[in-house]
T-cell receptor, first 116, second 114 residues
Framework: AQSVTQPDIHITVSEGASLELRCNYSYGATPYLFWYVQSPGQGLQLLLK??????LVQGIKGFEAEFKRSQSSFNLRKPSVHWSDAAEYFCAVGATGSSNTGKLIFGQGTTLQVKP | DTGVSQDPRHKITKRGQNVTFRCDPISEHNRLYWYRQTLGQGPEFLTY????????KSRLLSDRFSAERPKGSFSTLEIQRTEQGDSAMYLC????????????FGPGTRLLVL
């Protein structure tokens, strides 16, 4: 069965510091992979996605993520965090293949706190 | 593109009452999804529509839950005889149905069952 694990429930970083949020997935083939961000009271906004090609993908707001098949990981990174990045971050996997419904399986999320 | 909208944004109800939520997807999107998100958890898939056809339902969707998308545009999610365990954020998303598609999420309806 598909599953997503985000090992870090809560992370605190100082403004200007680098950030890495971890995501591991379980899926029988190469899945579609997504990172979404959710601010308080807001819906989910897509940061970036991977479904083929270059394993290093660039997203909005200066985020990037790298797909590592050998490690079943899709970690999110940002070189310099801004206070406005404080939010909850979700990694998700989507099924591939002709019969896929496109439904997403989400991890439990990582809450990012940014210290001034 | 006005985005996905959901109504109401908040709903407080008493246990045993029925509630109905509405989702308006992005107009050209033929796929529509409902998810449920409880506090401290990621969203969990509930059900999926391709146009007006409901093609998949999660085991989370008990008999008290029903969803419709009558004309392949907006969708409704009804919960009958609400229970306190139904308290959650109900999220709607839509997509174009292409490979590697992006699901665009609405702001959600937060339900509190007293």
């Amino acid at each position: 069965a598909q599953s997503v694990t985000q090992p870090d429930i809560h992370i605190t970083v100082s403004e200007g510091a680098s950030l890495e949020l971890r995501c591991n997935y379980s899926y029988g083939a190469t899945p579609y992979l997504f990172w979404y961000v959710q601010s308080p009271g807001q819906g989910l906004q897509l940061l970036l996605k991977y479904f083929s090609g270059d394993t290093l993908v660039q997203g909005i707001k200066g985020f990037e993520a790298e797909f590592k098949r050998s490690q079943s990981s899709f970690n999110l990174r940002k070189p310099s965090v801004h206070w406005s990045d404080a939010a909850e971050y979700f990694c998700a996997v989507g099924a591939t293949g002709s019969s896929n419904t496109g439904k997403l399986i989400f991890g439990q999320g990582t809450t990012l706190q940014v210290k001034p | 593109d006005t985005g996905v909208s959901q109504d109401p944004r908040h709903k407080i109800t008493k246990r045993g009452q029925n509630v109905t939520f509405r989702c308006d997807p992005i107009s050209e999107h033929n796929r529509l999804y409902w998810y449920r998100q409880t506090l401290g958890q990621g969203p969990e898939f509930l059900t999926y529509f391709q146009n007006e056809a409901q093609l998949e339902k999660s085991r989370l969707l008990s008999d008290r839950f029903s969803a419709e998308r009558p004309k392949g545009s907006f969708s409704t999610l009804e919960i009958q005889r609400t229970e306190q365990g139904d308290s959650a954020m109900y999220l709607c998303a839509s997509s174009s149905g292409q490979p590697g598609e992006t699901q665009y999420f609405g702001p959600g309806t937060r339900l509190l069952v007293l």
